[in-house]
């Protein structure tokens, strides 16, 4: 079983700017080249695709975050991020990081393997 954690959620008010990380002991390593990515999901919604970044480092996002945020990670690979700035109300969630045994990455919810708990994301007027 693969324990995937995320943390960082904040509450912010809009404008603000929050990031968020995810670890996943014995997941990933320094040789791991897998498919990550960033979902989300409001009350009452469903959960929602906000990025993605294969195992050779190429970055997708959803037309609502674009420019907003940026998926990352460090140069060992050892740990996800999202950066999140320019927040909105909109962007309330509860924000779960995914994981895929693939280089690759598609932007759904059944493509993915391992999930985290979530990790809220709060943005005020």
């Known amino acids: 079983e693969v324990h995937v954690v995320e943390s960082g959620g904040d509450s912010v008010q809009a404008g603000g700017s929050v990031r968020l990380s995810c670890a996943a002991p014995g997941y990933i390593t320094s040789e791991s080249r897998f498919c990550m990515a960033w979902f989300r999901q409001a009350p009452g919604n469903r959960r929602e695709w906000v990025a993605t970044?294969?195992?050779?480092?190429?970055?997708d996002y959803a037309d609502s975050v674009k420019g907003r945020f940026t998926i990352s990670r460090d140069d060992a690979k050892i740990t996800l991020y999202l950066e999140m700035s320019g927040l909105k109300p909109e962007d309330t969630a509860m924000y779960y990081c995914?994981?895929?045994?693939?280089?690759?990455?598609?932007?759904?919810?059944?493509?993915?393997?391992?999930w985290g708990q979530g990790t809220q994301v709060t943005v005020s007027s």
């Open positions: 970044i294969t195992g050779d480092g190429f970055r």
């Open positions: 995914a994981l895929a045994r693939l280089r690759w990455c598609e932007p759904h919810l059944n493509f993915y393997t391992y």
